[in-house]
């Protein structure tokens, strides 16, 4: 693996996932086979879950890590070629990416979108640049349309609690306060959907009416803007708020009832309800679920772990 | 040990001291108890002293040290259940801890007081969810009413530095700008209290009329509003201040002049002088003494490694 | 070594910079030198290029290391003797300063100028009282009026990259959009300077009037006006901007174009062109240099790491 940026990067869904657990079953197998290598993790937004867990999936193989938290740096970096630095921008990625590519064997980065600007948000023009100027393999830890690390994570979970040969699994949107980004849903969509070609699940997308996500991430799937249809005979029910991509960054009302519940989970087929946290309490998920059986997004988040060790496993295989 | 929060997690004080001076030593002699074992430091408010040293406890354990500062990234959590999270809080205490439950062996928490509510201070309500929600062992890096890493530093410093069989320690009450935390003062309480019922010193509290700390952490000492009194055949004068405990958070003018110079040190038996640092110099305690050689701190805030190794190496210990 | 904080720490030049290639060739050659030693870097200022390749210069010699990031903190050190803390400054550099030689057997430190006040910049008091309280060797990360392993770095890549015995390079002073420190300037002259004194090169500084160095770093320079003049024969161009020294911390207009461009770089012997990072593209320099063949900014600054090996290295084989 030279770069983990989307599903594309990634052959057959069913050997990474076993790959995966079985890093968890023996986590220290491999740790000298990042001896003398460094993984760089720079976070232009904040990260909890993301930092800890790919931090540890690096000690485990044996890495120097090195985190740049430049969100609170103000370290405004230029991306476009051809302007006079005479402004706010105090560094030209092609310098800053470079750098870092002369310190670190392995690079990950965290890039939100801006939520005003469709067409730079959506052709990862910050992300590309990136990976075109730093020389070393680069590791999304989430960009402007994407979350693989995490959408690999919720891969392993359904695979390691699965109780039929193929599941249905449903992504469901939820309410929220915020205005939120498409990323973990889109890059869920699109890793459900390549597992759906593999034959490893059924896979459906339940939202309102004006929260359809973009058909680049969605072939194949069933769509619905009925929840209770979706969520019939649901063994996963993954639950996640997003804005709207075709009204880009709007948040429209929402008159139905879309929290995921008990009374909704009783529709289901038993479904284990999975979320990427952080999860506002009785605004997306109730409190009943979270506290209860079906609830796996403890479990989830601690597979974090895995799925970025598969990865820096992978690409530390690639190197040189 | 299961757990660090206060003195009734340590059965035998002298035992405890001991190890930790064996640890000071010999201070790699355990360097590979803790291979593959994280700990995890999250500090909800900053910390120097408490960071670094841990740190380098654990590195000496071989252990992996992941930190994360809470504190600057507007991580607000919400502790109370029942609530529906569509306000400012991000993440319920359940989440959060569990999550980081799952990424590391052992877990630091540090949590300072409101200083506005006494009650929710002192029944530590988030350090009691964080413990019972995270599920792994967790030592407190100072919490709303105790410092039990500073407090056993403390006794691990007077026992170097003693030369009678049962030193008189003195808690002597300063000035200040600001309104103080009971927790150093009321931690350093309760371990001198139970270090006298080992016999292995006698402990006096001396502060202005006002300043007396709950009874909670006292029982057993000598209490005073005459620093003169107190200060009479000191072998160690551990200088601090502190807000009201009665009238909660409150500061009360002082008239008389507390603060600890020379011309108290001759009441003393030419005690040793000891601060928690950061001291304000010349307000808690004078320059000249702190310049001179009956000032501890420096040392005792060495010592801090040793109190956090031996609390890590027990915990270690006690894993699995 | 004892401390690095300028080149009178470093006997012969040309040794240190052999002995640095040597570690670029074989970085983990001595991989347990550092073991179970701890470097500490204390931030006072932000860091980018300096924590990346000092952490990982220190990784490589087996060191632990920890961060201090105390800009962010509001950590306000007293500097002065004598004074009441009953203000903003929340510890006194003597207890701060000592209390991390405790846990650290090497300590970095980097703190800006104020550009204010030319004699407290220039007398390097927080830096000097630092080295002098903290009891362990000191290695600067940039100080008021140098940043040594800049330079050292600086040396290593001309002697890499040089195609005659005795290179001419120059200084030539480039706009900006702020007033900068002197530091990297000074330092750069001061190391330019002993290394023609060591027959390495011959050193030409070029600045518009009012824009003149302090003679204390550039003594047997030749010092010019006319960029041109500087230019002509130049096989190494360093390029950067500073505020002035005499009216100090001031930025005079400058009428005549000083960025480096392609233009200019015809009137040199082919030079390779230099820049600290981070540079302001169109501004200091022209993105046609920094794109081509001539610029070696990437790896000059990929150099920062065994100028800081090289450091560490030394300083570890005079501990104890």
Redesign the interface.
Known sequence: MKKFFSVADVDNLDTIVREALELKAN??VN?TLGR?K?L?LVFLN?S??TR??T??AA??LGM?V?V?NMD??G?AL?TQ???????TT???I???A???G???DVLGLRSFPSLKDKEADYNEDLFNKFIKFCGVPVVSLESATRHPLQSLTDLITITEYKKTIKPKVVLAWAPH?KALPQAVPNSFAEWMCKAQSENLLEFTIAQPAGYELSEDFTKGATITSSLEEALTNADFVYVKNWSSYNEYGEVYPVRENWMMDNAKLKITNDAKVMHC???????ELS?EI??GPNSL???E??NR?WAAQVVLKRILENLN
């Open positions: 986590p220290h740790d003398n460094t760089g904040p909890l879950r800890l867990s931090q540890k000690t485990n120097t090195m740049m609170k740096d370290w230029e070629d051809g302007v006079v630095m005479d402004g105090v560094e030209h092609r310098e800053a470079a750098v870092m002369e310190y670190c306060v946290l952080p999860v506002r309490r009785d605004l409190s979270l506290n997004v403890v479990k988040a601690g772990v």
